[in-house]
């Protein structure tokens, strides 16, 4: 088993586990309720003209042209709604970044990780910085792709990987900013780059099951947590995760490998 999909794994499991302390649901809640909540209100007002300006632009100005409006206006629809999920989700993570990850980061970090030793610059300005500017590259790479959600098989693809970026760029940098140099920042990202990414997809997956994805934004807080302060105590202790299993107990703590 590849070191990268074993550090998945343990900070999934040890993600759930953390879902054991009821403080831990409260966070799970709140962005996800929120977000929804404010786009449904705006939903009201913009979602006739998002459809309207979709049936305006190509592939759907082709369907009115060939005389099948009916379906060009159900396409946009379905366009509108998925507009409307997509940023409901961002927001949520958005306030999930900035509000409920410095909360999980402090109380993980007392609890599960007291020998790591803060060794990095807790700027929330940096912070902040990095997750507008994920949303940013999101929302653009989203309108830039666009068209081709109306393509078989690219509509179930592109939505998963732009989430699954959005969450790998938003949270690993934001969970070790308080902890890791900016050498070993740079040396966790090198080194964990694919394994990141992988977290992050697995997280775009669960985030499109109707209802999982409202708590999806606070979980890939609790995963990128573990999984990169965990890579960061094994960076310091010189140690890699590596074997064919693991044995984890109750609490999502790595016990041993086999190799």
């Given at each position: 088993?590849?070191?990268?999909?074993?550090?998945?794994?343990?900070?999934?499991?040890?993600?759930?586990?953390?879902?054991?302390?009821?403080?831990?649901?409260?966070?799970?809640?709140?962005?996800?309720?929120?977000?929804?909540?404010?786009?449904?209100?705006?939903?009201?007002?913009?979602?006739?003209?998002?459809?309207?300006?979709?049936?305006?632009?190509?592939?759907?100005?082709?369907?009115?042209?060939?005389?099948?409006?009916?379906?060009?206006?159900?396409?946009a629809?379905?366009?509108?709604?998925?507009v409307?999920?997509?940023?409901?989700?961002?927001?949520?993570?958005?306030?999930?970044?900035?509000?409920?990850?410095?909360?999980?980061?402090?109380?993980?970090?007392?609890?599960?990780?007291?020998?790591?030793?803060?060794?990095?610059?807790?700027?929330?300005?940096?912070?902040?910085?990095?997750?507008?500017?994920?949303?940013?590259?999101?929302?653009?790479?989203?309108?830039?792709?666009?068209?081709?959600?109306?393509?078989?098989?690219?509509?179930?693809?592109?939505?998963?990987?732009?989430?699954?970026?959005?969450?790998?760029?938003?949270?690993?940098?934001?969970?070790?900013?308080?902890?890791?140099?900016?050498?070993?920042?740079?040396?966790?990202?090198?080194?964990h780059?694919?394994?990141?990414?992988?977290?992050?997809?697995?997280?775009?997956?669960?985030?499109?099951?109707?209802?999982v994805?409202?708590?999806?934004?606070?979980?890939?807080?609790?995963?990128?947590?573990?999984?990169?302060?965990?890579?960061?105590?094994?960076?310091?202790?010189?140690?890699?995760?590596?074997g064919?299993?693991?044995?984890?107990?109750?609490?999502?703590?790595?016990?041993?490998?086999?190799?």
């Amino acid at each position: 088993m590849s070191q990268g999909f074993v550090g998945v794994v343990l900070a999934l499991t040890r993600s759930f586990a953390s879902l054991k302390a009821p403080r831990a649901w409260f966070y799970m809640l709140g962005p996800g309720l929120v977000a929804l909540v404010v786009w449904l209100l705006l939903a009201t007002y913009w979602l006739g003209a998002v459809i309207a300006w979709m049936i305006a632009w190509p592939p759907l100005s082709w369907l009115v042209g060939w005389d099948f409006p009916g379906l060009a206006r159900f396409l946009a629809a379905v366009g509108a709604w998925l507009v409307m999920l997509a940023l409901t989700y961002l927001t949520a993570t958005v306030l999930a970044a900035i509000f409920v990850l410095p909360l999980l980061l402090a109380w993980l970090a007392d609890t599960q990780y007291r020998d790591l030793a803060r060794m990095g610059r807790d700027s929330a300005v940096a912070s902040l910085a990095n997750t507008l500017g994920a949303a940013v590259v999101y929302v653009a790479a989203w309108a830039l792709t666009l068209p081709l959600w109306f393509v078989p098989g690219f509509g179930l693809v592109v939505p998963i990987v732009l989430l699954a970026m959005l969450n790998r760029r938003t949270f690993a940098f934001d969970a070790l900013a308080a902890h890791a140099s900016r050498e070993e920042w740079r040396t966790i990202r090198t080194q964990h780059g694919h394994p990141l990414f992988m977290l992050g997809l697995i997280l775009s997956l669960l985030a499109h099951v109707p209802v999982v994805g409202l708590l999806v934004p606070t979980l890939s807080v609790l995963a990128y947590v573990h999984y990169t302060l965990e890579a960061l105590r094994r960076l310091r202790q010189g140690a890699v995760i590596v074997g064919e299993a693991v044995v984890i107990d109750d609490e999502g703590r790595l016990l041993e490998d086999h190799r």
